[in-house]
């Protein structure tokens, strides 16, 4: 190292008073260690690489070559500038651009690099919990914003400018924002939690407090977007979504959903026989899951008959009508089929005599 750096200063020495020849020799050789020093780092994170099994390496490796030559080229530009001997103003500015460059470029590799970080934990199993691939928008944008803002400091404090007064500025407007537009911020910070708890994800059939059932299909920074079964495109301001009660039937270890189908037979019947057709007729419907197992319960001994529940699941809540449909109507024939009588509400009225004035106005004989 002592020996090119002898070898440098003695090229540089043998054309003193010849700047520009000067200039660009530096130049030149920032570019031969610029390539050089990619060429290292290639090389070492190739090492890195084969001894580990993961691939996030490689990409870093793949994207950190980039800024590094370039900030050595930056760096041996501003070196041979300063050679020159140029005005002071024209040389201020040139160095202010070359730095904010680099500061643009670094910039775009933290984003990049965030990006892959961020990506890589949602991934992993044993990532961090609030990042998960239904909040992952939100923290890249968030990051994009944090490295965009960072850059813009350092590209004012390159220019020297002070950012005491322009901070003072942005705060008394961020307070008069948020007062005007506090809903906004309500629903905003609401999307926030619940793109990091997530209580639902898109897909998934969730009920409301307000009764209305059907798939989330957007989840933004503002509102949620749910489709319902008629087909009815809903808005919902997040502010809302996170304080009310949400009934999500799509949750829990699996996709699957319980159905349940009261049925009634008289007083009577052949429970056993009754529940074997239950569970045929559950068994032979293309849309009931053969796991778990569909069941029959006997509820109670109601009123006007013995009231069974057949237990079933689906593969999915928006299976629910369809599959009620095709085993109500099966259960109906097949009772009639075998004689089972399903009991329904009806009044018998019993008249034990007739009124005095209905009897005399049937007596024969009898004149007005």
Request: hydrophobic share 50%.
């Amino acid at each position: 190292m002592e020996i090119l750096q002898t070898k440098v200063f003695f090229l540089l020495e043998t054309f003193q008073g010849r700047p520009y020849v000067q200039a660009v020799i530096v130049f030149a050789l920032s570019i031969v260690f610029a390539y050089a020093l990619s060429a290292v780092v290639k090389r070492l994170c190739g090492k890195i690489v084969r001894f580990t099994r993961f691939t996030l390496d490689n990409e870093i490796a793949l994207i950190i070559r980039a800024p590094v030559v370039y900030s050595v080229l930056m760096v041996g530009f501003i070196i041979a500038l300063s050679i020159l001997n140029l005005p002071e103003t024209l040389h201020a500015v040139t160095v202010s651009i070359l730095k904010s460059a680099n500061i643009l470029i670094w910039m775009v590799f933290a984003i990049r690099l965030s990006r892959l970080l961020l990506r890589a934990s949602a991934e992993n199993q044993t990532r961090i919990k609030i990042i998960h691939p239904q909040s992952l928008p939100l923290f890249e944008n968030l990051a994009v914003l944090l490295v965009i803002g960072f850059s813009i400091y350092l590209a004012f404090q390159t220019w020297g400018i002070n950012m005491t007064a322009w901070l003072a500025s942005a705060g008394v407007l961020g307070i008069a924002i948020g007062f005007a537009s506090k809903d906004t911020l309500s629903n905003f910070i609401a999307g926030i939690f619940i793109l990091a708890d997530a209580p639902y994800k898109i897909g998934d059939y969730v009920v409301l407090d307000t009764g209305e059932r059907g798939a989330i299909t957007d989840i933004g920074i503002r509102s949620t977007r749910m489709l319902t079964r008629d087909d009815v495109e809903l808005t919902i301001p997040n502010a809302i979504m996170g304080n009310t009660k949400i009934i999500n039937e799509s949750g829990g270890p699996y996709q699957k959903f319980r159905i349940r189908i009261p049925v009634g037979v008289a007083y009577g019947s052949d429970i056993a026989q009754a529940k074997a057709i239950l569970l045929d007729v559950a068994k032979d419907n293309p849309l009931v899951c053969p796991y778990p197992e569909a069941r029959v319960r006997l509820r109670q001994l109601g009123a006007s008959g013995l009231d069974l529940e057949l237990l079933c699941w689906v593969e999915h809540p928006a299976q629910r009508g369809l599959a009620t449909d095709e085993l109500l109507t099966v259960i109906y024939n097949t009772f009639n089929q075998a004689g089972i009588e399903i009991p329904f509400p009806k009044q018998d009225v019993y008249i034990k005599e007739a009124p005095e004035r209905d009897r005399a106005a049937t007596q024969p004989g009898r004149e007005e």
